[in-house]
T-cell receptor, first 117, second 115 residues
Framework: NAGVTQTPKFQVLKTGQSMTLQCAQDMNHEYMSWYRQDPGMGLRLIHYSVGAGITDQGEVPNGYNVSRSTTEDFPLRLLSAAPSQTSVYFC????????????????FGEGSRLTVL | AQSVSQHNHHVILSEAASLELGCNYSYGGTVNLFWYVQYPGQHLQLLLKYFSGDPLVKGIKGFEAEFIKSKFSFNLRKPSVQWSDTAEYFCAVNVRGGSQGNLIFGKGTKLSVKP
């Protein structure tokens, strides 16, 4: 198992450019999500998906789009990059969609460091 | 809205010192609690978790945490830290019955251990 794989690891964009951060997991997890990590801010949820064809917004969704056409993939699109989107992005997944009495571990990818000039 | 507070932004300890990192959450219902660790340049890894049962939870690498419901706290402890524990530590919460992966993270505590 590769776990959660993110590409690219590093990217530099100019303001206004668009790009897609890729995320794939091979653990057959229902749930996938994107977080951004900024210094002193912890991790904030951007978008999440509880299954193929289902997505929803997290805490900071503006400027980002997602889709979930397959169980394995959950790409994050920046439509028109802004300097405020300079951050480290983490994709994460977990097996089941609901928080129960036996919540499983959230598995994180290695991160994608994005700089917007 | 739910929130998670970590009291210390940066903690500096010498090797063999004891560690306690504070975490408080604000939510009146039932929650699951987590501590994640992020070593320099790496992704987050689960250190330990609590969802029910014994409020004293043991995790990897000698870490433990105690859930005190009346104080809405889930403090992380280690009796004797090592240089290799230098990392950033994140407390996180999710709401029982909500979406499992929607963790609410604290802002993190950076731990520096001097050899």
């Amino acid at each position: 198992n590769a776990g959660v794989t993110q590409t690219p690891k590093f990217q530099v964009l100019k303001t206004g450019q668009s790009m897609t951060l890729q995320c794939a997991q091979d653990m057959n997890h229902e749930y996938m999500s994107w977080y951004r990590q900024d210094p002193g801010m912890g991790l904030r949820l951007i978008h999440y998906s509880v299954g193929a064809g289902i997505t929803d917004q997290g805490e900071v969704p503006n400027g980002y789009n997602v889709s979930r056409s397959t169980t394995e993939d959950f790409p994050l699109r920046l439509l028109s990059a802004a300097p405020s989107q300079t951050s480290v992005y983490f994709c994460a997944s977990t097996k089941t969609r609901l928080a129960t009495t036996h919540t499983g571990e959230l598995f994180f990818g290695e991160g994608s460091r994005l700089t917007v000039l | 809205a739910q929130s998670v507070s970590q009291h210390n932004h940066h903690v500096i300890l010498s090797e063999a010192a004891s560690l306690e990192l504070g975490c408080n959450y604000s939510y009146g219902g039932t929650v699951n609690l987590f501590w994640y660790v992020q070593y320099p340049g790496q992704h987050l890894q689960l250190l330990l978790k609590y969802f029910s049962g014994d409020p004293l939870v043991k995790g990897i690498k000698g870490f433990e945490a105690e859930f005190i419901k009346s104080k809405f706290s889930f403090n992380l402890r280690k009796p004797s830290v090592q240089w290799s524990d230098t990392a950033e530590y994140f407390c996180a919460v999710n709401v029982r019955g909500g979406s499992q992966g929607n963790l609410i993270f604290g802002k993190g505590t950076k731990l520096s251990v001097k050899p």
